[in-house]
Nanobody, 123 residues
Framework: EVQLVESGGGLVQAGWSLRLSCAAS????????IAWFRQAPGKGREGIAS????????RYSDSMEGRFIISGDGAKGTVYLQMNSLKPEDTAVYYC????????????????WGQGTQVTVSA
């Protein structure tokens, strides 16, 4: 089983940057695919990007603009999400999640989830 803990959320102004962290632990965690999702009020969970810590292979959701960058530190078991040029519409709860294979960004395919961290972007 994989345990995930997000941190780094907060209140920022539009145009600012923010880096989220996801601490992953558990057996063979570096073999899992760890992804970032977000959920805005009244909307479903939206996939952003994913990474496998074992080899740093990354994938990005087609719907993301390229302002967000995923990276990882295998030694620490930590995955990061660098968010640049933030907009008010980026306001959401950001989650990291883990699964065993390169599934599309379908939240139902990810059995392990963190508790989420709130990001609020003011205009």
């Amino acid at each position: 089983e994989v345990q995930l803990v997000e941190s780094g959320g907060g209140l920022v102004q539009a145009g600012w940057s923010l880096r989220l962290s996801c601490a992953a632990s558990g057996p063979h965690v570096d073999h899992f695919i760890i992804a970032w999702f977000r959920q805005a009020p009244g909307k479903g969970r939206e996939g952003i990007a994913s990474i496998r810590l074992r080899d740093d292979i990354t994938r990005y959701s087609d719907s993301m603009e390229g302002r967000f960058i995923i990276s990882g530190d295998g030694a620490k078991g930590t995955v990061y999400l660098q968010m640049n040029s933030l907009k008010p519409e980026d306001t959401a709860v950001y989650y990291c999640a883990a699964t065993i294979a390169w599934y599309p960004f379908d939240a139902d395919e990810y059995p392990y989830w963190g508790q989420g961290t709130q990001v609020t972007v003011s205009a």
